[in-house]
């Protein structure tokens, strides 16, 4: 009885420690499609971090900076933006950034830096990719030369696969739900928690 009085704490200190996380062969699929100066994507974004360095190891994630732009052959940087050129100017440079040799946790510590202050996208800023040693990658990534309008190209793709009408989207396990979508933005926490639980990620204790 011992034993097993044992083996159950340590199973629940496990869970509690996000390990179990790490010992899943299946973490959860979560696709943010968002853009670089929008302001209820930066909302998103902060709101997500903390919840996302809580429980990252439960989660594979790609970021797609790109939202409801569109392809123009005629427009800067190939694309037009919601938010206009300084935008596009934005979603490829953040496209850059996170496919950079950042890990994902890394890829999110550069976003929730890019986004905290929608001006250093404007001023076209490198403070956050220089803090991450990524400058010269992203630098080299969007020139004429560089990999920017493929990747961008590349996130157009991922981003067209999913009918939404407002950024971000939320796409969990390769599906986008309407009915979800509302939850993820204003209940962040809350909404992550219960689809780990479904997936047995996590215990209710967890959360």
Known sequence: M????????LLHIL???????????KPLEMIVLYESLCPDSQSYIKNFWPVYRKYHQCINLTLVPYGKASPSSSAPFGHTCQH??????????????????????D???????????LQLTVKKNFTCARALNIEDHVERCMRPSGR???????SS??????????IPA????GVFSVNLQRSS????SQTLCNIMIKKNLLLPDDC
């Open 107 to 117: 890829q999110m510590k550069f976003l929730e830096c890019q986004m905290k202050d």
């Open 185 to 188: 933005r204003m209940k962040v």
């Open 170 to 173: 939320i796409v969990y396990d």
């Open 84 to 105: 206009g050129d300084s935008e596009c100017w934005g979603n490829r440079m953040q496209d850059c950034a996170i496919h950079s040799n950042l890990n994902q946790f």
């Open 157 to 166: 793709i991922i981003t067209n696969r999913y009918s939404f009408s407002v």
């Open 148 to 154: 920017g309008n493929q990747l961008q190209t590349q």
């Open 2 to 9: 011992l034993k097993l009085y044992l083996a159950l704490a």
């Open 15 to 25: 869970h509690c420690n996000g390990k179990i996380c790490q010992r899943s062969k």
